[in-house]
């Protein structure tokens, strides 16, 4: 189970990464890109960290925000 829980947060840190990267390069704050995904702004610093494990639900507002499809932010490197 050990090495499921790895591969778990390591993909969950390039999800926020990959998050935190397309806010960028669209100038959103957490703050702005949570209030148009509907979302709160610490559970978007989260995701951004790695510390969530999100739903499909969240993911899909959080893209539609960056205008990018869903599976670019699921993308393993």
């Known amino acids: 189970m050990g090495n ?3 591969h778990l947060q390591a993909r969950l840190h390039n999800l926020g990464r ?3 990267s397309e ?3 669209l100038g959103l704050s ?3 890109l949570a209030h148009r995904a509907g979302l709160h702004r610490t559970y978007v ?3 951004e960290r790695g510390e969530r494990n999100i739903s499909v639900g969240s993911l899909y507002a959080l ?3 960056l205008e990018v499809p ?3 932010l699921l993308t393993d490197p």
């Open 30 to 32: 957490q703050e702005e």
């Open 70 to 72: 869903a599976s670019s």
């Open 18 to 20: 990959r998050v935190r």
């Open 4 to 6: 499921y829980d790895e």
């Open 23 to 25: 806010r960028g390069r």
């Open 63 to 65: 893209a539609d925000e």
């Open 45 to 47: 610093g989260s995701v």
